[in-house]
């Protein structure tokens, strides 16, 4: 049985972490000698990691996390060992990740080079464009359809930056809003406040199939760029990286990871029972042979 603790750390509280983490050999080397984990979650990343109708991290990303610490135990010999569950943002999982407060996170951060150069990435398991949500009606076929108008992104998300970028290269003249999180932004989107939300697809997908009318939503646009989503740890600690990957290969070559997968993509999911409908890409098909942890550029 696993014991599971939500917490939400004040800032002040994160030199107790960097400390342990500073002393140790790694992570599997923390976790044995403190008898915790720590987990990160998201809490509106639908399907991957978001909180259910009981504020409970559920979700396909968090399941897969929860699979990995049932091997961590047994790696670390630490069957008590206590499991805490950290809410994170994408604007701060990166530092506490570096700084010890949190030990892995299973959400939906895309794996490209210049994160690589902040954390490591395990195999990708998942890939994603991005796309536009938009009020059901609103003619959006590519970003030039945007010009002019004001578009929603969440900050610190990669989709910001690609619309940042393209925003400035092809002089489009977008009002480009940078919100929290991601319910934030479909909200903006909802009110008024933006034409279109830009985000990873099949997260437009889960808001807009747990929105009060899902009907009144669309998510529109050919993908501007595929990318790969990948569970993310500390950099330079390759016993805990050969762990994380030894359980996701596992889990794909055994068949159970297309089980999850049919789970949260294909099948009714809390707390209103929705079903995204999304079957696996080409991309991570051909990925549960290949076992890539291949970065986007």
Not at 79 to 92: G, I, R
Not at 170 to 195: F, I, N, P, T, W
Not at 247 to 270: D, H, Q, R
């Amino acid at each position: 049985m696993r014991t599971i603790a939500l917490k939400t750390l004040p800032l002040l509280a994160l030199a107790a972490p960097l400390l342990a983490w500073a002393q140790s050999g790694g992570t599997l080397d923390k976790v044995k000698s403190s008898g915790q984990i720590t987990l990160a979650y998201r809490e509106s990343s639908i399907p991957f990691s978001y909180l259910d109708d009981k504020a409970q991290p559920v979700g396909f990303a968090h399941e897969i996390c929860l699979r990995i610490v049932d091997d961590v135990k047994k790696a670390t010999g630490r069957a008590d060992l206590k499991v805490n569950l950290q809410s994170v943002t994408s604007a701060n999982r990166i530092p506490l990740l570096q700084n010890g407060t949190i030990d892995i996170e299973c959400g939906s951060t895309t794996n490209n080079s210049d994160r690589g150069k902040q954390v490591q990435f395990a195999i990708n398991y998942f890939y994603t464009g991005t796309r536009f949500l938009v009020k059901t009606g609103v003619q959006v076929k590519s970003i030039d359809d945007l010009k002019g108008k004001t578009v929603v992104s969440t900050t610190g998300t990669t989709n910001y930056k690609i619309l940042r970028n393209l925003n400035e290269e092809k002089k489009l003249g977008l009002d480009l809003l940078a919100a929290k999180d991601h319910a934030e932004s479909a909200l903006m989107v909802e009110s008024g406040r933006a034409v279109a939300f830009g985000m990873d697809d099949i997260l437009l997908y889960g808001l807009r199939a747990s929105s009060q009318n899902p009907a009144s939503l669309s998510v529109v646009g050919e993908p501007i760029q595929v990318e790969p989503y990948a569970i993310m740890m500390r950099l330079d600690d390759p016993a805990f990286k050969k762990l994380v990957d030894g359980t996701l290969a596992n889990l794909m070559k055994s068949g159970e990871f297309t089980k999850l997968y049919t789970k949260w993509f294909m099948s009714p999911i809390p707390p209103k029972g929705i079903n995204l409908n999304a079957p696996m890409s080409k991309e991570l098909v051909d990925n549960l042979k290949a076992l890539s942890d291949k970065p986007a550029t």
